[in-house]
């Protein structure tokens, strides 16, 4: 074969095998297009179970300890339960409800809503049954202008609300409580003078503590008459004791730096202690003990000036026992946390607590470091 020939045969060789590639690139490409097509038919198109339209764009979702899907939405919240295509409820009062601006009662079948307005002020408060779709409350329909406190008492299943009341009773001040059963007022008390509730109040059987801007108060809900009130005035909130005998309120500072703690006889109202104790920071924990009130405040140094990473590295929880008689701290010295406590365990022989950055310590009653 001539040289001539020879590449004339190698040039339509080179082309066949082209041509077959290309061809066999295509057949491949045809093939799978056909397995898509047919996967496509063969697969039965899934509808869903149910299908609930709620009206608006959808913001947040929270599936509840109950069950029901409660949405929040542009329009307001939206509850769901599974096994039917009809909405539970649709609570449209508010309009768009914040993240911030929910509170889902641990333990109960409650959602509540608050609204802030003008200074900080609640000026919106509804309680809505996320289990049967029911509003149990809402200040528009029961006669609140604007709410100062709103508390959700389990197991008791009541609600307590204080603030100002509307224009047809001369805006005054007041406090009352609802059951959450019914949804029903079951005793209201107006206040005298300006004076206001400031705090977490608290129900013993019929009697009312009540922490205001003028001192603690001890009402009869039935009676309505005030049993005592004494000038511990603007107590954040209140513990108690098993007895129901003792009263223990938290005064916290401007600033937020320290929080004194007083004792109250519950049955006159008088101050137990001289003098009250004071803690650094802001108490998370409170526990009345046997050997006496083991204390856990967290003292945030963050926010401090010209610190920066060092006051932020500084901020850590202070643990106190304190005497059950005189408020004295047993004490010499705090033990060091070096960060925030997330658990304290009381034992037989000593107190054990966890740092959330990490470590768990015990130390014993007399303030003395057993292990880290």
């Not at 920066?308 to 929880?317: E, I």
Request: aromatic share 8%; glycine share 10%; charged share 20%.
């Amino acid at each position: 074969m001539t040289y001539c020939n020879k590449f004339i045969y190698t040039a339509s060789l080179n082309m066949i095998l082209k041509s077959i590639i290309m061809k066999t690139s295509t057949y491949l490409k045809m093939l799978l297009c056909l397995l898509i097509a047919s996967t496509a038919i063969g697969q039965k198109a899934e509808t869903p179970d149910f299908r609930y339209d709620v009206g608006a764009k959808i913001n947040e979702m929270t599936i509840t300890q109950g069950g029901p899907l409660v949405v929040a939405t542009n329009d307001g919240l939206v509850g769901i339960k599974s096994g039917s295509n009809d909405i539970l409820f649709n609570f449209t009062d508010y309009g768009r409800v914040k993240p911030e601006e929910l509170n889902f009662i641990p333990n109960a079948p409650y959602v509540t809503v608050g609204q802030t307005g003008f200074g900080g002020m609640t000026t919106k408060t509804a309680v809505i049954d996320y289990m049967s779709g029911k509003v149990l409350f809402s200040t528009e329909k029961n006669g609140w202008k604007a709410v100062s406190t709103s508390n959700v008492l389990m197991p008791n299943n009541k609600l307590i609300i204080s603030g100002q009341r509307r224009a047809s009773e001369k805006y005054a001040m007041g406090i009352a409580i609802y059951d959450l059963i019914t949804g029903e007022q079951i005793s209201f008390f107006k206040f005298k003078g300006g004076q206001a509730v400031c705090g977490r109040s608290m129900l013993i059987g019929d009697e009312l503590m009540v922490p205001t801007t003028k001192g603690i108060m001890k009402i009869n809900m039935n009676s309505g008459n005030v049993s005592w009130q004494n000038d511990l005035k603007n107590a954040s909130w209140m513990a108690k004791d098993a007895d129901n005998t003792q009263l223990y309120a938290f005064t916290a500072s401007a600033n937020g730096s320290n929080t004194k703690i007083h004792k109250i006889d519950m049955s006159s109202g008088n101050l137990l202690w001289e003098d009250p104790q004071k803690v650094k920071g802001g108490v998370v924990n409170f526990e009345i003990l046997p050997q006496g009130i083991a204390v856990v405040s967290n003292v945030d140094n963050s926010g401090k000036k010209g610190l920066g990473k060092l006051a932020s590295s500084k901020s850590q929880s202070k643990i106190y026992l304190l005497d059950t008689n005189s408020g004295a701290d047993l004490w010499d010295k705090s033990p060091k946390t070096k960060g925030y406590v997330s658990h304290l365990y009381v034992e037989d022989d000593g107190i054990l607590f966890a740092v959330a950055s990490g470590g768990v310590n015990k130390i014993s009653f007399d303030g003395q470091a057993q292990w880290k």
